[in-house]
C-alpha cells in the first residue's frame, strides 16, 4: 500500500514532534497576564549594551518593574531587521568587547534575580557557529525559555527544531502582515510560546503611531491556530500598550527601552518599564 | 541494370510539391533550351573545385551546432518574406556570424530565387554554397556545379530510388555532395538506403504546410548516425534550436528567421551558441548517467544556498520565483532579454586572443570582453534581465548595492532605459574610492545613499538595501547585483549571466576547433564567474578557476579570501562560506578592488568549492597589480582591477604549466579569461599604486590604498 504524499507546507517542513504540546514556562506567564485581564509585557535589550554588567542592571530592572518577558538581544555585526537605534547599541557593545557566551551571564541574571521569563533574541549565524544544540543546552542551562529568530523561518529550522525539542526550549518564530495564509499557518504551527506578529513592513524603531495593520496581522495568526500572539516594532508609550493589549496577548517594546538606557542608564530602563505597565 | 537516361523521371507526390515540379520543369526546359547541355558541362569542368561541405557541417567538435544560412526571399506557405536588394550582402553577413553553408534559392515562381542569385553569393563568400532547388534532372546538378555550388537538394519525396541513386553518383562525380532531405520513417530508410552522407529531416508537413518540430526527435533514433544530421523549418528562434540540438541535429537550415532579423549576423551567431550549448548537455547527460553540474536550480547547491531571510521578506522572494520560472519558459521574455543584451548592451561580446599578453605568460591566453558591453562590466547583463522582472512585477522602483559602483552604474543605466526610479546603496568608504561611478550614477538620475554603518563597504550597503526593501517591498524590486543571496536570487542572477559561458564555449569552438583547457574568472560575490563556468560545468576536461581576492596575503587579516579561509555559516539570506570569528560576527574583508571586498561569496561557488568541480585560489592586491599592468602594456587593454585578479590567475596558470609541462606543451594550453570589466574607473587607483601621481594629487581616492 502506498501512503499520499502530502504536499502542503506544514506537513512537509513540521516533523511531528514539533507538532505536539508540551508544557512551556512562557505559554504558562501568558496565560497567567490574560488571567488577570491585561496582556504581557515584553521587554528587549541587547547584552553587552554599553557594557556587560550595565545591561545586567538593566535586565534585571527590566524585570523587576513590571515586564513579564525578557528578549535578550545578541549583537550581531549584520543586523538587516534592526533601524539605527538598536543598531547604534549593538555596534556599541562589539566595539567593547562583546562575546556571544556572555549572553548566557545576562539570561541567568534575569532567571534569579527576577520573575520574568528570559528569552534570547538572536540572528542566526551566532547559533550556527556556536552549535545549534550547543546554543540550546546552554540557554537552558542557564535559565532561558526559548529563542525569538528574526531571519530564521521555519522551512530552514530541522536543526533548531531538534535542539528545541531536546532541551524543552520554545521557538518564537516571526510572522508579518506579507504572510501568506499557508505561511502564516506553518509559521504558527512551528512556533510555541507565543507567535511574534510584525505590524509594520520595515525594521524596528519607535514610531508615533501604531500600525493599523498590527491587529490584522494578530487576527490572522489565530485565525491559523495561534494561541498566544505578541505585537511588536514600534511601540513607545502606555498607550500603545493598552491599544495594542485590546487584541493581542502581548505587547513588545524594543526601540524605547534601548534609547532609555542610552540616555538614562538602568534606572531609566526601570523608570519606562513601571509607565509602560501602567504602575506609575 | 537499366541504363538511366537522365530524362528525370520523379514520383507523383499528391502535394504541393507536384504543381512546384512541374513550373520547374517548364523553366528548366527554356534554359535547356538556351544553353545546352554540353555547353554547361564545359562550365562546369572549368569551375574550381568544389568545397567540402560535410566537413563544414560536422563543425570542429563534437558538441558544435552548425548553420545553413539560406537566402530567401518568399516561400509557398508564408509568401513574400523580404526583399533582399543584394543577396551577396546577407550572404557575406551570415559568413561573418560563423554559417558553415549559406543555401541560395534558384527556383523562381515560389520562392522568386534565380541562379544570378547563386553566382553572387558564390563571388561573395568563401564558405560552401548549396543550390537549392527541386532537382528532377541530371542538367540542373551540372548546372549547380557550373555555377559555383558544392552541394544540391535532393528531394526524397519527389524521387524513385533508381533516380536518387543515381542524382547522388552524378552529384558526387563532380566532387559536390548533397542534402538529402526527408519528411517520414520510410524516406529515412530510403536516404540511408542510398548511401547519403547528409541527411535533412524537414518537419514542413508537405500536405498540410504545417511544422511539427518534434518531428525531428520522432525520427531521431531512425536516423544514420554516421551522416550529418540537418533540422529543416521551423528554425525561427533559440527554443527550436535548442530543441532540435538536444534531439541531436548536427546542424539546422534556417532563412526566414535571418531574412527577417534585424541582425542576421548576429542571429547566426546566437543559433550556433544556444545550439552548441544544447548539444553539449545532451552530451553530459548521455555519458554522466544523468548528473549535470548546469543542471542547479536552487534553492540549495549541496549543502549551501536557501532562504535564510526574515518572514516579512518571503512573500516578494516567492513572488520573485515564480515571475522568474515563468518569464524563463515564455518565448516573448526570452526574445526582449535577447533583443535588450543584443542591441542596448552590445552582446555577443568578442573573445579576443591576447597574443602579447599570451607569450609574456606563456600559454594561449583568450579574453571573453565583458569590458566592451555597455557600461563597462558583465553587469548589465543581470540588471536587464532583473529589470524586465520588475516590469512583469509592477514594480517601477528600483534600489541596489554597489561596491566597485559598476552594479550601480548599471542599475541606473536600466533604471533610466525604463523610466523607473533608483536608489543605489554604496558604503561610504566605496563612494569614495569610486567616485567617478558616484557621479555616473548621478548623472543617470539615480539617488546614490552612502552607507555608514559597519565596515562601510559592499556587505553594509547590502544590509542597508534589504532594510530599505524591507519597509517597500509592495513597490520595489531589490535588483542583487550577485549570484548570492537568498533563493531564486543566486539561481536567477546566474541564468542571466548565463550567456557568458555559452559564448565563451561557442567561440571556442569556432576559432580553435577545441574546448579550452582552463577557464578563469575573478570571485567576489561570484557573478562573472558562475556565468562563465556554467558554459563549461559539463566538460569534464576544462579546469575552473575562480580566484578570490588575497588582499595584502592570507598570511595577514587584510583579504576577502573567502572560500579559501572562510566556513560555512548564514549570510544575506544564503548558507555558505563566510569570513567570520569564532562567534559568527563578520570579519570585515579587504581588497584593493572595491568589487571583490566581500566577505561570503554565492552559494553555488561554495558548492562547486566543496565538490571539487572548481577550484579556488587566492590572488594579492600586489599580483592583481602587476597583471593589470601586463594587460594594458601587451594588449592595450586597461582591466578593472577586479579582472585582473583572473589575469593574475591566469599567469599563475601559466607558471604552473610551464613546471610542469615543460614551455613547448604549455604554450599549446589555453585559458579563456573572463575579462569582467574595463578599468577607466580604476585609473586613480592605480596610478597611485604605481607612483604615477603623488599622494595628494587626487585627494578623492584618498583612502583607496
Redesign the interface.
Known sequence: MTVEQPADLVSRILPAEVLTPRDSRLSARIAQCRAEGRPALVGYLPAGYPTLEESIDAAVALGNNGADVIEIGIPYSDPVMDGSVIQHATTTALANGFRVAQVFEVIEAIATRTDAVPIVMTYWNPVMQRGVDRFARELAQAGGAGIITPDLIPDEAAEWFEASVRHGLDRIFLVAPSSSRERMELTVKASSGFVYAVSVMGVTGARDVVSSAAESVVERARAAGAENVCVGLGVSRREHVEELGAYADGVIVGTALVKALGEGGPAAVGKLTAELAGRS | MTQYTGAGRAETTGTVLDAIIAGVREDLAARQELIPLEEIKAAAAAAPAALDAVSALRGTHPDSLEVIAEVKRSSPSKGALAPIADPALLAAAYERGGAAVISVLTEARRFNGSLEDLDAVRAAVGIPVLRKDFTVDDYQIWEARAHGADLVLLIVAALDDETLRHFLELTRSLGMEALVETHTDEEVERARAVGAKIVGVNTRNLKTLEVDPDLFGRLAEKLPHDAVLVAESGVSSGEQVELYARHGADAVLTGEALVRAGDPTGTVTAFRTVGASARAAARAERTTGGHRWSEAPGPYFGEFG???????????L?QLEETFEKAKADVEFQQEFQRLSRDYANRPSLLTEAERFSEAVGCRVLLKREDLNHTGSHKINNVLGQALMAKRMGKHRLIAETGAGQHGVATATVAALMGMECVVYMGEEDTQRQALNVARMELLGATVVPVK??SRTL??AI?EA??DW?????TTHYLLGTAAGAHPFPAMVRWFHQQIGDEARAQCLAQLGRLPDAVAACVGGGSNAIGIFHGFLDDESVELWGFEAGGDGLDTPRHAATISLGRP????GARTY?M?D?????IESHSISAGLDYPAVGPEHAHLSAAGRATYEAVTDSEAMDAFRLLCRTEGIIPAIESSHALAGAVKLGRRWRDELGEEAAAEKVVVVSLSGRGDKDVATAAKWFGMVSENHDEMDEEAQ
Not at chain 2, 470 to 474: F, L, T
Not at chain 2, 582 to 586: I, M, N, S
Open positions: 536557501g532562504r535564510w531571510m526574515p518572514e516579512s521578506l518571503i512573500a516578494a516567492d554603518n559597519g556587505k553594509d544590509n534589504l532594510r524591507v519597509a517597500s517591498v509592495d555559516g548564514v549570510m544575506h563566510l567570520q569564532e562567534d559568527g560576527q563578520t
